[in-house]
């Protein structure tokens, strides 16, 4: 068997750290070979230095494996990146700088005009920005971002509907996990029994990557898909998978069950390619009047499924719909693991 390409992960003690280490234990292709965090966790076993928060357990060779200082000396050259923006915006650079392909989570870069910002299934072909990267000119490195995760789910909804019917306006109200919001995050004082109806800059991430993840590319930048978006975020205490609720205008007529069928039989680059991380049905169309619902629905095509229901007209747009997507799997360290395993179908893996 061919040997695995050797991957790290900065910010790998957090909780997309975590879902990195999770979704890459049995991974065909990647083997996970560094781990980097804060000052606080270098120099300590992983497992002394995350507190581990997922059902499954940590891997018994990642466990042991020493935590690295968040710096490209004796870094792998495939870095899946997990930092907060502020952070990243700092350090990300510099690993692509060093020739590192930086695979991240972060908004740091997210909105750069040369970086593409991918969701596999809906606009592959914007990898191509990286030929436009001084990175990429200087050193071989470059930079790949995946969308917010509210913007994700949302995009995956859309997708099948505006290839058919082309969006005009989109309205998204949203009701987001705590897990969003990292560990510790959200104290359990502030959301027990309440809605935080205020997500940092969340809602100005939605409207933005939404329209460039929609986008047409042209040459060296991405023309922003040319609809109205206008996005509200809150917050619910509710442990993993961002509800939304949507109402969308749009610019061709479409009845009820093509819009269920531009769901159901939706299927894009990463299922021909049969990716690993690839789920087999990107959307699903779920029939019952009260779901989706996060207790029941967010683990769909092991939380790389995005999950739609409730179709019915909208008073003020056409239709209005709800949505589910798993925030820490789709949402961040799935969506990234699948962006890298496209880099590795198009060659840009070595
Ligand atoms: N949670 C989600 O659903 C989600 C979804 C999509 C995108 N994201 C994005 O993914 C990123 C990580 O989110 P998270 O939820 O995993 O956050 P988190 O749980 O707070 O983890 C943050 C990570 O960054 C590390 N870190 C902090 N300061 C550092 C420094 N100065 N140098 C190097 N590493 C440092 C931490 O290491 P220590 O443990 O050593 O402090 C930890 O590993 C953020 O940009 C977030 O917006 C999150």
New binding site residues.
Partial sequence: MPSKLPVGI????????QRFIQALEHHPWFEVAWL???????GKPYAE??RWRLKTAIPDRVAKMT?SP?SPNGAPKIIFA????A??RE?EPQFADAGCALVS????LRMQSDVPLVIPEVNGDHIALIDHQTWRKNSRGFAVTNP??SAIGLVMALAPIHQAFELDAVLAVTMQ?V?????P?VASLDILGNVIPFIKNEEEKMEEETRKLLGQLNGSKVIPGPFAMSAQCNRVAVEDGHTESISIRLKKKAKPEEIIEAWNTYRAEPQELKLPSAPERPVIYLDAADRPQPRFDVDMGAGMTTAVGRLRPCGVLDWKFTVLSH??IR??AGAAVLNAELLKAKGYLG
């Fill in positions: 900065l910010g790998a003690t957090g909780i997309v750290g980097a965090a804060s000052d606080r966790s270098e230095a995350a935590v968040a997990a930092l907060d923006a952070i990243a350090l989570n972060s908004s740091a917010n995760c996990a897990s969003g919001a990292g560990y995050g925030n820490t949402g961040a």
